[in-house]
Protein backbone atom coordinates (compact mmCIF):
# COMPACT_ATOMS: atom_id res chain seq x y z
CA UNK A 1 0.00 0.00 0.00
CA UNK A 2 1.74 3.50 -1.17
CA UNK A 3 2.30 5.49 1.84
CA UNK A 4 0.45 8.96 1.85
CA UNK A 5 3.44 11.76 1.24
CA UNK A 6 3.65 14.60 2.85
CA UNK A 7 5.37 18.15 2.36
CA UNK A 8 6.61 20.28 4.95
CA UNK A 9 7.20 24.18 3.61
CA UNK A 10 9.11 25.82 5.78
CA UNK A 11 10.87 29.44 5.96
CA UNK A 12 14.61 28.92 3.77
CA UNK A 13 16.87 30.04 6.66
CA UNK A 14 15.25 27.36 9.13
CA UNK A 15 18.51 25.41 8.89
CA UNK A 16 20.89 28.86 9.85
CA UNK A 17 18.34 29.91 12.25
CA UNK A 18 16.56 27.00 14.16
CA UNK A 19 13.56 28.31 16.97
CA UNK A 20 10.47 26.99 18.00
CA UNK A 21 8.70 26.51 14.60
CA UNK A 22 11.47 24.13 13.67
CA UNK A 23 11.56 22.35 16.88
CA UNK A 24 7.87 21.86 15.95
CA UNK A 25 8.58 21.07 12.76
CA UNK A 26 10.85 18.60 13.63
CA UNK A 27 8.36 16.77 16.13
CA UNK A 28 5.50 16.69 13.93
CA UNK A 29 7.98 15.09 11.35
CA UNK A 30 9.01 12.28 13.57
CA UNK A 31 5.19 11.95 14.38
CA UNK A 32 3.96 11.22 11.33
CA UNK A 33 6.38 9.18 10.16
CA UNK A 34 6.33 6.81 13.43
CA UNK A 35 2.55 6.74 12.21
CA UNK A 36 3.16 5.08 8.69
CA UNK A 37 3.68 8.53 6.44
CA UNK A 38 5.77 9.65 4.05
CA UNK A 39 7.40 13.63 4.82
CA UNK A 40 9.63 15.67 2.98
CA UNK A 41 10.76 19.01 4.14
CA UNK A 42 11.15 22.18 1.66
CA UNK A 43 12.97 24.94 2.57
CA UNK A 44 12.34 28.31 0.44
CA UNK A 45 11.77 26.74 -2.54
CA UNK A 46 9.51 23.53 -4.14
CA UNK A 47 9.22 22.82 -7.80
CA UNK A 48 5.42 22.01 -9.36
CA UNK A 49 6.75 18.57 -10.46
CA UNK A 50 7.68 17.79 -6.56
CA UNK A 51 4.73 19.05 -5.22
CA UNK A 52 2.87 16.76 -7.66
CA UNK A 53 3.95 13.49 -5.77
CA UNK A 54 2.34 14.99 -2.55
CA UNK A 55 -0.75 13.95 -0.93
CA UNK A 56 -0.80 17.02 1.69
CA UNK A 57 1.20 20.34 1.77
CA UNK A 58 2.14 21.59 5.37
CA UNK A 59 2.72 25.39 5.19
CA UNK A 60 4.27 27.22 7.82
CA UNK A 61 3.53 31.21 8.76
CA UNK A 62 0.38 33.42 7.62
CA UNK A 63 1.38 36.38 8.21
CA UNK A 64 4.79 36.01 6.94
CA UNK A 65 3.79 35.76 3.10
CA UNK A 66 6.95 35.81 1.22
CA UNK A 67 7.74 32.66 2.90
CA UNK A 68 4.43 30.66 2.33
CA UNK A 69 2.13 32.33 -0.41
CA UNK A 70 4.57 30.83 -3.06
CA UNK A 71 4.15 27.27 -1.93
CA UNK A 72 0.45 28.35 -0.94
CA UNK A 73 -0.21 28.92 -4.28
CA UNK A 74 2.01 26.13 -6.41
CA UNK A 75 0.00 23.75 -4.08
CA UNK A 76 -3.91 25.69 -4.80
CA UNK A 77 -2.64 25.18 -8.32
CA UNK A 78 -2.42 21.25 -8.11
CA UNK A 79 -5.60 21.23 -5.78
CA UNK A 80 -3.54 19.87 -3.21
CA UNK A 81 -4.89 19.54 0.74
CA UNK A 82 -3.38 22.62 2.25
CA UNK A 83 -2.40 22.37 6.06
CA UNK A 84 -1.80 25.75 7.02
CA UNK A 85 0.60 26.33 10.47
CA UNK A 86 -0.51 30.06 10.73
CA UNK A 87 1.58 30.61 13.99
CA UNK A 88 -0.47 33.27 15.38
CA UNK A 89 -1.05 35.20 19.02
CA UNK A 90 -3.82 37.57 19.98
CA UNK A 91 -1.95 40.01 20.95
CA UNK A 92 -0.47 41.00 17.23
CA UNK A 93 -0.85 44.29 15.85
CA UNK A 94 -4.74 44.61 14.70
CA UNK A 95 -5.35 43.88 11.09
CA UNK A 96 -5.82 47.54 10.47
CA UNK A 97 -5.06 50.09 7.32
CA UNK A 98 -1.35 51.04 9.01
CA UNK A 99 -0.93 47.44 9.57
CA UNK A 100 -1.37 46.36 5.56
CA UNK A 101 0.26 49.00 4.70
CA UNK A 102 3.85 48.69 6.75
CA UNK A 103 3.17 45.05 5.53
CA UNK A 104 3.60 45.78 1.87
CA UNK A 105 6.27 48.41 2.45
CA UNK A 106 8.35 45.05 3.76
CA UNK A 107 7.20 43.36 0.93
CA UNK A 108 8.76 46.12 -1.43
CA UNK A 109 11.75 46.61 0.56
CA UNK A 110 12.56 42.72 0.42
CA UNK A 111 12.05 42.80 -3.45
CA UNK A 112 14.32 45.65 -3.63
CA UNK A 113 17.08 44.64 -1.42
CA UNK A 114 16.65 41.07 -0.66
CA UNK A 115 15.06 39.05 -3.78
CA UNK A 116 16.13 35.60 -2.77
CA UNK A 117 14.22 35.88 0.32
CA UNK A 118 11.26 35.36 -1.09
CA UNK A 119 10.17 31.50 -1.79
CA UNK A 120 10.83 29.89 -4.93
CA UNK A 121 11.78 33.32 -6.84
CA UNK A 122 8.44 34.55 -6.91
CA UNK A 123 7.41 37.80 -5.53
CA UNK A 124 4.67 38.36 -3.16
CA UNK A 125 2.26 41.52 -3.15
CA UNK A 126 -0.90 42.56 -1.54
CA UNK A 127 -0.24 41.33 1.76
CA UNK A 128 -4.07 41.98 3.44
CA UNK A 129 -5.32 40.21 0.35
CA UNK A 130 -3.35 37.13 0.37
CA UNK A 131 -3.25 36.54 4.10
CA UNK A 132 -7.09 36.54 3.86
CA UNK A 133 -7.15 34.17 0.87
CA UNK A 134 -4.45 31.68 3.04
CA UNK A 135 -6.70 31.97 5.87
CA UNK A 136 -10.07 31.21 4.30
CA UNK A 137 -9.15 28.59 1.61
CA UNK A 138 -6.95 26.56 3.08
CA UNK A 139 -8.23 23.25 3.77
CA UNK A 140 -6.80 23.23 7.20
CA UNK A 141 -5.40 25.33 10.05
CA UNK A 142 -3.36 23.84 12.62
CA UNK A 143 -3.41 26.18 15.85
CA UNK A 144 -1.62 25.31 19.23
CA UNK A 145 -3.86 26.63 21.15
CA UNK A 146 -8.00 27.65 21.95
CA UNK A 147 -6.48 31.36 22.20
CA UNK A 148 -5.28 31.35 18.81
CA UNK A 149 -8.40 29.71 17.45
CA UNK A 150 -10.26 32.50 18.86
CA UNK A 151 -8.23 34.84 17.42
CA UNK A 152 -8.57 33.82 13.70
CA UNK A 153 -11.84 32.99 14.11
CA UNK A 154 -12.18 36.55 14.78
CA UNK A 155 -11.33 37.35 11.59
CA UNK A 156 -13.67 34.98 9.77
CA UNK A 157 -11.78 32.00 9.67
CA UNK A 158 -14.14 28.99 9.57
CA UNK A 159 -14.30 27.20 12.96
CA UNK A 160 -14.67 23.56 11.44
CA UNK A 161 -11.65 24.39 9.22
CA UNK A 162 -9.33 25.07 12.80
CA UNK A 163 -7.86 22.59 14.87
CA UNK A 164 -5.84 22.91 17.91
CA UNK A 165 -2.36 20.65 17.73
CA UNK A 166 -0.52 22.17 20.88
CA UNK A 167 2.99 22.48 21.21
CA UNK A 168 4.73 19.10 21.89
CA UNK A 169 7.65 17.86 24.13
CA UNK A 170 9.99 14.99 23.48
CA UNK A 171 9.76 13.02 27.12
CA UNK A 172 12.48 10.46 26.18
CA UNK A 173 14.75 13.47 25.18
CA UNK A 174 14.37 15.57 28.53
CA UNK A 175 14.67 12.22 30.14
CA UNK A 176 18.60 11.76 29.29
CA UNK A 177 19.50 15.70 30.27
CA UNK A 178 21.05 15.67 34.18
CA UNK A 179 18.96 17.73 36.30
CA UNK A 180 20.14 19.30 39.54
CA UNK A 181 18.31 19.05 42.88
CA UNK A 182 16.71 22.56 43.53
CA UNK A 183 18.83 23.46 46.40
CA UNK A 184 22.17 22.85 43.87
CA UNK A 185 20.50 24.92 40.92
CA UNK A 186 21.25 28.98 40.32
CA UNK A 187 20.81 31.54 37.24
CA UNK A 188 17.68 33.19 35.61
CA UNK A 189 17.91 32.05 31.66
CA UNK A 190 16.01 33.72 28.74
CA UNK A 191 15.69 31.99 25.39
CA UNK A 192 14.38 32.98 21.80
CA UNK A 193 15.85 35.46 18.96
CA UNK A 194 16.57 38.59 19.90
CA UNK A 195 13.82 41.12 18.63
CA UNK A 196 11.76 43.62 19.60
CA UNK A 197 8.35 41.56 20.04
CA UNK A 198 10.70 39.23 22.67
CA UNK A 199 11.54 42.80 24.47
CA UNK A 200 15.02 42.20 25.79
CA UNK A 201 15.55 45.69 25.58
CA UNK A 202 13.21 46.53 28.25
CA UNK A 203 13.82 43.99 30.34
CA UNK A 204 17.77 44.87 30.37
CA UNK A 205 16.72 48.76 30.50
CA UNK A 206 14.30 47.72 34.20
CA UNK A 207 16.78 45.94 35.43
CA UNK A 208 20.03 47.97 34.93
CA UNK A 209 21.82 48.52 38.64
CA UNK A 210 20.08 45.75 39.94
CA UNK A 211 22.16 42.79 41.56
CA UNK A 212 19.71 40.26 38.83
CA UNK A 213 22.20 38.64 36.13
CA UNK A 214 20.57 36.68 33.15
CA UNK A 215 21.87 34.67 31.10
CA UNK A 216 20.05 34.86 27.64
CA UNK A 217 20.56 32.17 24.93
CA UNK A 218 19.98 33.29 21.58
CA UNK A 219 21.20 35.67 18.42
CA UNK A 220 18.89 38.28 16.15
CA UNK A 221 18.12 37.53 12.85
CA UNK A 222 19.25 39.22 10.25
CA UNK A 223 16.82 41.92 10.41
CA UNK A 224 17.71 42.27 13.91
CA UNK A 225 21.11 42.64 14.29
CA UNK A 226 20.90 46.15 15.21
CA UNK A 227 18.55 45.10 18.23
CA UNK A 228 20.56 42.69 19.19
CA UNK A 229 24.04 44.84 19.40
CA UNK A 230 21.75 47.32 21.54
CA UNK A 231 20.99 45.04 23.78
CA UNK A 232 24.66 43.41 23.99
CA UNK A 233 26.31 46.96 24.67
CA UNK A 234 23.79 47.74 27.54
CA UNK A 235 23.52 44.82 28.99
CA UNK A 236 27.45 42.66 28.67
CA UNK A 237 28.58 44.44 31.98
CA UNK A 238 25.69 42.69 34.19
CA UNK A 239 24.46 39.75 31.96
CA UNK A 240 25.51 36.91 29.72
CA UNK A 241 25.07 36.37 26.62
CA UNK A 242 25.48 32.95 25.05
CA UNK A 243 24.34 33.35 21.37
CA UNK A 244 22.93 30.42 19.83
CA UNK A 245 23.25 27.19 20.89
CA UNK A 246 22.35 23.37 20.14
CA UNK A 247 18.69 22.04 21.09
CA UNK A 248 20.70 19.60 23.93
CA UNK A 249 22.89 22.33 25.39
CA UNK A 250 20.11 24.60 26.07
CA UNK A 251 18.03 21.73 28.04
CA UNK A 252 21.52 21.13 30.05
CA UNK A 253 21.50 24.78 31.00
CA UNK A 254 17.58 24.93 31.64
CA UNK A 255 17.98 21.18 33.92
CA UNK A 256 20.59 23.77 36.05
CA UNK A 257 19.12 27.28 36.74
CA UNK A 258 16.44 28.01 38.86
CA UNK A 259 14.11 30.32 36.71
CA UNK A 260 13.50 30.92 33.02
CA UNK A 261 11.83 34.14 31.90
CA UNK A 262 9.94 35.33 28.85
CA UNK A 263 9.05 39.03 28.36
CA UNK A 264 7.48 39.20 25.12
CA UNK A 265 4.76 41.57 24.14
CA UNK A 266 3.43 39.04 22.24
CA UNK A 267 4.14 35.32 22.02
CA UNK A 268 2.41 31.76 21.63
CA UNK A 269 2.61 29.32 24.39
CA UNK A 270 6.49 28.77 23.79
CA UNK A 271 7.91 24.98 23.74
CA UNK A 272 10.86 26.61 25.86
CA UNK A 273 8.93 27.03 28.40
CA UNK A 274 7.33 23.60 28.62
CA UNK A 275 10.61 22.13 28.32
CA UNK A 276 11.69 24.43 31.31
CA UNK A 277 9.12 23.88 33.17
CA UNK A 278 9.71 19.67 32.67
CA UNK A 279 13.56 20.65 33.51
CA UNK A 280 13.17 21.90 36.82
CA UNK A 281 12.92 25.61 36.53
CA UNK A 282 10.06 28.24 37.66
CA UNK A 283 8.61 30.65 35.40
CA UNK A 284 7.91 33.89 35.16
CA UNK A 285 5.73 34.49 31.30
CA UNK A 286 3.67 37.31 30.00
CA UNK A 287 0.15 37.69 30.93
CA UNK A 288 -0.94 36.71 27.69
CA UNK A 289 -4.23 34.13 27.14
CA UNK A 290 -1.75 31.28 24.92
CA UNK A 291 0.31 31.52 27.67
CA UNK A 292 -2.10 31.22 30.29
CA UNK A 293 -4.05 28.02 28.68
CA UNK A 294 -0.96 25.96 28.96
CA UNK A 295 0.63 26.92 32.40
CA UNK A 296 -2.54 28.23 34.54
CA UNK A 297 -1.70 28.79 37.82
CA UNK A 298 1.58 27.32 38.48
CA UNK A 299 3.51 30.24 36.84
CA UNK A 300 4.64 33.93 37.33
CA UNK A 301 2.40 36.07 34.85
CA UNK A 302 3.78 39.65 34.72
CA UNK A 303 3.09 42.56 32.05
CA UNK A 304 6.15 43.25 30.63
CA UNK A 305 6.16 46.93 31.17
CA UNK A 306 6.10 45.18 35.54
CA UNK A 307 9.11 43.21 35.19
CA UNK A 308 11.40 44.19 38.05
CA UNK A 309 14.22 43.06 40.34
CA UNK A 310 12.49 42.45 43.54
CA UNK A 311 9.78 39.92 41.34
CA UNK A 312 12.51 37.95 39.76
CA UNK A 313 14.14 37.52 42.60
CA UNK A 314 11.08 35.83 44.37
CA UNK A 315 10.16 33.88 41.71
CA UNK A 316 13.74 32.66 41.36
CA UNK A 317 13.81 31.84 45.09
CA UNK A 318 10.33 29.94 45.45
CA UNK A 319 9.75 26.25 44.82
CA UNK A 320 8.77 24.86 41.73
CA UNK A 321 5.52 23.36 41.31
CA UNK A 322 5.05 19.31 40.50
CA UNK A 323 1.88 19.66 39.10
CA UNK A 324 3.12 21.69 36.19
CA UNK A 325 5.29 18.78 34.78
CA UNK A 326 2.10 16.12 35.48
CA UNK A 327 -0.18 18.67 33.09
CA UNK A 328 2.30 19.23 30.63
CA UNK A 329 2.75 15.07 30.79
CA UNK A 330 -1.37 14.90 30.42
CA UNK A 331 -1.38 17.79 27.49
CA UNK A 332 1.83 18.15 25.48
CA UNK A 333 3.64 14.77 24.83
CA UNK A 334 4.07 12.78 21.45
CA UNK A 335 1.20 10.90 22.29
CA UNK A 336 -1.05 12.99 22.58
CA UNK A 337 -0.21 15.10 19.33
CA UNK A 338 0.09 11.38 17.48
CA UNK A 339 -3.41 10.86 18.86
CA UNK A 340 -4.58 14.29 17.59
CA UNK A 341 -2.99 14.00 13.84
CA UNK A 342 -4.38 10.48 13.66
CA UNK A 343 -8.13 11.74 14.17
CA UNK A 344 -7.41 14.41 11.61
CA UNK A 345 -5.62 12.18 8.91
CA UNK A 346 -8.35 9.78 9.04
CA UNK A 347 -11.55 12.16 8.95
CA UNK A 348 -9.33 14.17 6.14
CA UNK A 349 -11.61 13.76 3.46
Not at 67 to 85: G, M, R
Not at 137 to 147: H, I, K
Not at 156 to 163: L, T
Not at 213 to 241: N, S, V
Request: aromatic share 8%; glycine share 4%.
Amino acid sequence: MKKTQIAFCQRRDYVQLPAGDIIQMERWKKILTKMGYSITVFSGNVTVEELKKVDIVFIWHLDRLHESLPFWQIAKDLNKKIWLVPTCWSKNPPLSFFRSFSEDVKLLLRKIFSPKSFSCGKTVIHWKHNRQRLLHESDRLLVNSEAERIYLKAQGAPDEKISVIPNTIDVSELENIPRLPWEERSGIIHIGHFCPRKNQLQLIQKLAGSNVKITFIGTGRPMHKLYYAHCRTLGEKQHDFLGALPHEEVLKIMGKSRLCISSSTSETPGLSNLEAAMMGCNLILPDIAPVKEYFEDDAFYLSPDKLDAKIISRAENSCPSEKIKQRILSNYTEEQTEQLFKTLLESRD
